[in-house]
């Protein structure tokens, strides 16, 4: 049972803690674009707010033929319908942005987790190189100290008066 809550292939497992922070937004997003197909204007989604659509034109021509007859209850029942079509297709619309505002975010997400990940690395090849240096600290630190120290004031007037009277 465990070999199997932690294998790669379980479904259930694409957002559990086997994975890494990268691969689980990588694998959301991904799985937000197969599910709702938000961005192709020919899938999911689109294509049902574009039948909706024409479905719409329809019934306002088929509104204006009962009118046009007289036939006061069947406009009103059509009214009725057109009004329902019209709620649905801005409840598509609403979700269709809610869809696209969340797959913004997790582009978003993998966007900061890689450089996350670009940061993590270059910390690691700078410690590792920060190792690698053997300048002996102790030495570095007293010649510093003794430079200061030789090199007086009264040189750099000396120094100052040369260039000022050649």
Known sequence: MLKYLSSPLNAGATLGSFYTSDVKVRKSFDTLIDVFAGFLPDSGIEKEIGALQSEEKKLVAEIKRTAKTGNEA??????????????????????????????????AMHAHSSVAVGLKNATKAMTSMNKLSTAPKGKIAGKNKEDVGSSGIGELDKRLAALRNP
């Open 74 to 107: 069947a406009t009103k029942i059509l009214a009725r319908q057109l009004v329902r079509l019209r709620q649905q297709i801005a409840s598509l619309q609403a979700s269709r942005a809610q869809m696209r505002g969340i797959a913004t975010h997790t582009q």
